[in-house]
């Protein structure tokens, strides 16, 4: 069974859900706008190539808005997510940048804590994120003033307030982030993905409902929680890697 004929269950109040997510996704390209013609966007979409990630994607496409898109390669991306990837450049509308970690950094991690670092400790797993995310995200970030996650509340509890528009300061720079999913389910994600063909990582079709480097992700069992498969040898409420923090919610509108 596909993660589609899984999950692909609207809720009730799916219209107004996605009509919000549209509004919220263009207000932030305006408010966000470059500020002469033929500037690079000022806001950008983290794309992590998973299902909610690209149903975004597909919004910041079908609406023609000015926002780009960034993937960070890790340089631990399973295949699947990697020929999702090339898929995604040949078909977006909006460019698509990708990010990959400083090589020598990495490079030098793995010859000093070994291949199999993140497993033996949570300060090496995070070590290991720092280089091969955190620092390319600020890379990705530089010179934006806004940037869009699919961040929802449903994902787990570390993220049960998620406000759709925040901020936070990575890289010691204060910015503006949009949340437009974070009152969508997984049945409207699903659903959404359905009703307008949009392209998926085939991973999600093996029980992998959250999607990361491959040496940190598993597949979940029947009962399990969303993210169970992520960091599944960490105590549950460590599961995030930095790149998303409790923040303070900003006022639904904001001057750019």
Not at 20 to 25: E, F, I, K
Not at 68 to 88: N, S
Request: aromatic share 8%; glycine share 6%; hydrophobic share 45%.
């Amino acid at each position: 069974m596909s993660a589609i004929d899984l999950n692909a269950r609207a809720s009730a109040t799916f219209v107004q859900k996605l009509a919000a997510t549209q509004a919220l996704l263009r207000q932030a390209a305006h408010d966000h706008a470059p500020l002469l013609s033929g500037d690079a966007p000022r806001i950008t979409l983290a794309c992590s190539l998973g299902a909610e990630d690209m149903v975004l994607a597909h919004l910041v496409n079908a609406l023609q808005l000015d926002i780009g898109i960034f993937v960070l390669e890790t340089g631990q991306l399973h295949a699947e997510t990697l020929a999702l990837l090339a898929r995604l450049q040949a078909a977006s509308r909006a460019n698509v940048s990708v990010f990959k970690p400083i090589e020598q950094a990495t490079v030098e991690f793995v010859a000093r804590e070994g291949k199999d670092a993140m497993y033996q400790s949570m300060a090496l797993r995070k070590a290991c994120c720092g280089i091969r995310k955190m620092e390319p995200l600020a890379r990705a970030l530089d010179g934006k003033t806004a940037w869009i996650t699919g961040l929802r509340r449903e994902q787990s509890g570390a993220r049960a307030e998620v406000p759709p528009i925040d901020h936070d300061a990575i890289g010691g720079v204060e910015r503006h982030k949009y949340n437009p999913l974070a009152d969508w389910t997984w049945g409207d994600v699903w659903f959404y993905i359905a009703e307008n063909h949009v392209d998926y990582n085939p991973l999600h079709d093996q029980f992998y409902p959250s999607i990361g480097c491959a040496p940190c992700t598993r597949a979940i069992s029947l009962g399990e929680d969303f993210r169970a498969g992520r960091w599944w040898w960490e105590d549950e409420a460590a599961k995030e890697c930095g790149l998303h923090v409790k923040t303070t919610p900003l006022p639904e509108k904001i001057a750019s």
